[in-house]
């Protein structure tokens, strides 16, 4: 029995999870000092739809958050969420740009690296894990949890295993999706803590209406590490409440040894930013509360407003019932996935199509075809002959790290964005993201010659984990 450790997650996946990824810097800095104050393992803050978000809708330069953050912070790691090859974005990216990103990260402030494959190939979480390494941080490697015929205990000791012969200072269980149920977070934690030697982390969602009883089983199991929320962005989609655990555990053998002074202040001054987002329409009341059809479907919270959106953009919100008993037909047809960004988004779009056009695989997106071809990585187990010639007719499936088949980047990247080039850091915000990253610096330009300019309209953008 050990003390828990906690990680906080309203700078981060909380605030993504139920205000859309809004939340901007300048609300964030008043109470960064106390957070430092509370005794936390870690604060997650950067990452994941962080990085887009800043760039798209708040006109922040995501770095200078790192920056800003880091210099008011002294006591407490800063931690991010990192997609593997994916790095911040929905695709693969070269070795060159993500060797790159995890530099310039660690440079400006990150110490824990949280890196996740969204098909568990771990071939894909090599280069950044070496890079953190190599770079002096904390590689943590994610087991992205999902439930299916083939995905069972067994199968994610054995990729905990990879992970840390790959050289992951923690295990992260990541249940996106929230479908971890109590028994099993214990025998699974049971068995992890038997055959690796690193602390594990269990991250996971109140979707489903349990996982505050899922930590505790993970407690009782040994778990090491813990994710939630300060209570203004806890709870729904988001994870369980911090106060409420540190509360459970005090004069426990567990006890988190928080304090609840600085948590209270803590909470209150995220009141008033909650009331703010919900009266904006920016917090949904929907997610705010339990949707069991996450268990009976395995879709995460994000995934499931996506469909909505989907749909009530053809006029068919009539389909969606159908659409959610589609999604595990199209899971299964692709080997499994689990339903995480991206390959939550490309299943749930093929499922959308299928209902909608009423023939299943009349049209088929890119992004289908090159998962099926292997260009996200290897499926939990192989494709279907059948579904692969409906899919991809006879194109050449590819079975190597599929990175091994882009070339570097960084250089021509450069030389396409130079002009307004005033960080090294600019290099990878156009390399991750193009389409919004030059908006934004002609945008920053326009500002530093005071020039009126008018920004791009806001469009329409879902929140992956």
């Not at 859309?20 to 997650?44: C, F, N, S, W």
């Not at 059948?386 to 499936?397: D, T």
Request: net charge neutral; with cysteine; glycine share 6%.
């Amino acid at each position: 029995m050990a003390k828990i450790k906690i990680t906080e997650t309203v700078l981060r996946d909380a605030h993504q999870c139920l205000a859309a990824t809004r939340m901007t810097t300048e609300e964030m800095l008043p109470i960064v000092e106390k957070l430092d104050q509370v005794g936390y393992h870690a604060l997650e803050m950067w990452g994941g739809a962080t990085f887009d978000s800043a760039l798209r809708f708040l006109d922040e330069d995501p770095w200078e958050r790192i920056r800003k953050i880091k210099s008011k912070v002294k006591n407490t790691k800063l931690q991010m969420l990192l997609r593997g090859q994916n790095v911040v974005g929905y695709k693969h990216y070269a070795d060159d740009v993500v060797v790159a990103f995890v530099k310039a990260a660690v440079h400006n402030g990150i110490d824990i690296f949280r890196i996740f494959d969204a098909l568990n190939d771990v071939r894909n979480l090599e280069t950044a894990l070496k890079t953190v390494k190599k770079e002096g941080a904390h590689a943590q490697c994610c087991i992205s949890y999902t439930i299916s015929p083939v995905h069972n205990i067994e199968y994610y000791v054995k990729k905990a295993k990879d992970m840390e012969n790959l050289g992951a200072d923690t295990i992260c269980i990541k249940d996106m999706a929230g479908i971890l149920t109590p028994y099993t977070a214990f025998d699974l934690v049971t068995k992890l803590k038997k055959e690796i030697k690193v602390p594990i982390n269990l991250h996971s969602h109140c979707t489903g209406g349990f996982a505050q009883m899922t930590y505790l089983k993970a407690i009782e199991a040994g778990v090491d590490i813990l994710d939630t929320a300060i209570s203004p962005f806890s709870a729904g989609t988001s994870q369980p409440t911090t106060e409420s655990l540190v509360v459970t555990l005090r004069d426990t053998p567990y006890d988190t040894g928080l304090s609840m002074d600085a948590l209270s202040e803590v909470a209150d001054y995220f009141k008033p930013i909650k009331e703010k987002y919900l009266s904006s329409g920016l917090i949904n009341t929907k997610v705010l509360g339990v949707d069991t059809k996450t268990i009976v479907y395995q879709v995460p919270g994000g995934m499931l407003s996506n469909l909505v959106s989907q749909l009530q953009q053809q006029n068919k919100l009539d389909k969606f019932q159908e659409v959610l008993e589609e999604v595990p037909r199209v899971r299964e047809d692709l080997g499994y996935p689990p339903l995480v960004t991206p390959l939550s988004q490309i299943v749930g779009t093929q499922a959308v199509l299928n209902v909608v056009l009423g023939e299943r695989y009349k049209m088929i997106p890119k992004e289908v075809k090159d998962y099926v071809k292997g260009l996200y990585g290897k499926p939990t187990i192989p494709i279907k002959q059948e579904i692969i010639e409906k899919i991809v007719g006879k194109s050449k499936i590819i079975t190597c790290r599929p990175a091994d088949l882009i070339p570097p980047q960084m250089d021509k990247l450069k030389n396409e964005m130079k002009e307004y080039l005033e960080q090294e850091e600019d290099i990878l915000s156009y390399a991750l993201f193009p389409q919004v990253a030059m908006p934004y610096f002609k945008n920053r330009w326009a500002k530093k010659h005071k020039i009126e300019t008018t920004l791009y309209n806001e469009e329409e953008m879902t929140h992956p984990v």
